[in-house]
């Protein structure tokens, strides 16, 4: 659901410094937000703090938040710990693997020709016809 970005209260958080949200924010205007923020009944905020501070510098008026029933403070503060605790990066093999396959549907001519270029070598080595 849309939930007017000035309505959301932000109480104390375990993440003090958010960082720089640029990168987020280029993300989030190129793409959309992926991931909803998380909110309680009363519009507290529980995760997403780096998502809300990306929207406020791109000047959004309203944000997607989902919307939870978290009775006590404990509960809270344990989804926003697992929130930003379990999360995994990619390894640098499937960073490589996915900058290759972006590569490759954004510039599919280049890796054609060098195919190509491979085949020919190997027919003439080997004297195959084609």
């Given at each position: 659901m849309q939930?007017?970005?000035a309505d959301i209260?932000?109480?104390r958080r375990i993440r003090k410094d958010l960082g720089d949200v640029s990168a987020l924010a280029a993300s989030m205007k190129r793409f959309g937000l992926i991931s909803p923020i998380v909110l309680t009944g009363d519009n507290v905020?529980?995760?997403g703090g780096r998502r809300?501070?990306?929207a406020r510098s791109l000047g959004w008026r309203t944000?997607?938040?989902?919307i939870v029933n978290i009775p006590e403070d404990l509960d809270m503060l344990e989804y926003e710990v697992e929130e930003n605790v379990q999360r995994q990066n990619f390894n640098?093999?499937?960073a490589a693997e996915a900058l290759r396959r972006i590569?490759?549907?954004q510039n599919p001519g280049f890796f054609r020709r060098i195919w190509r270029a491979i085949v020919r070598f190997f027919r003439h080595i080997f004297k195959i016809g084609g």
């Open positions: 939930v007017p970005i209260k932000v109480k905020l529980v995760a809300l501070e990306a944000i997607n938040a989902v640098t093999e499937e590569q490759y549907i």
